[in-house]
C-alpha cells in the first residue's frame, strides 16, 4: 500500500525558511518521479515542484523558481522541498505527489497517481 506523510510545515515569517519531507512507503521509490503541490484556500490546487525518478529533469512553478528546491534521497525513500525567502502567497497546504513506476510524462495534477494528507505552511507578512 502506497504511502506519502507530508512533514515540516508551520507558520514562518515573511523571508524565511521551511523544509517539507514526504517520508515513502509501499513501492520501489527509486523507480517514481516524484513532486510537490499546494493548495490556497479558495483556489485550485496548484503545481509547485517536480524531481523525475532519474533525478533529472527538475521543474518548478514560476512563482516559486530560484526560492524553492526539491531534492530526493532514495536511500531514505524520502522527497524534499527546500522553500527559502518565504512569501505571504507561499501559504497553502503542501501536498507530495507521486506519479507512478518510471513516470516520465507530464507533471500535471491528472498524471499523480498517490497524494498525501498534506501539511500547512502559513507565511506572515
Known amino acids: 500500500q502506497v504511502q506519502l506523510v507530508e512533514s515540516g510545515g508551520g507558520l514562518v515569517r515573511t523571508g524565511g525558511s521551511l523544509r517539507l519531507s514526504c517520508a515513502t512507503s509501499?513501492?520501489?521509490?527509486?523507480?517514481?518521479?516524484m513532486g510537490w503541490f499546494r493548495q490556497a484556500p479558495g483556489k485550485k490546487r496548484e503545481f509547485v515542484s517536480v524531481?523525475?525518478?532519474?533525478?533529472?529533469?527538475?521543474y518548478y512553478a514560476d512563482s516559486v523558481q530560484g526560492r524553492f528546491t526539491i531534492t530526493k534521497d532514495d536511500a531514505k525513500n524520502t522527497v524534499y522541498l527546500q522553500m527559502n525567502n518565504l512569501k505571504p502567497e507561499d501559504t497553502a497546504v503542501y501536498y507530495c505527489?507521486?506519479?507512478?513506476?518510471?513516470?516520465?510524462?507530464?507533471?500535471?495534477?491528472?498524471?499523480?497517481?498517490?497524494w498525501g494528507q498534506g501539511t500547512q505552511v502559513t507565511v506572515s507578512s
Open positions: 509501499g513501492f520501489t521509490f527509486s523507480s517514481y518521479t
Open positions: 524531481i523525475y525518478w532519474t533525478g533529472e529533469p527538475i
Open positions: 505527489a507521486s506519479y507512478g513506476e518510471l513516470w516520465a510524462g507530464a507533471y500535471s495534477s491528472e498524471k499523480v497517481d498517490d
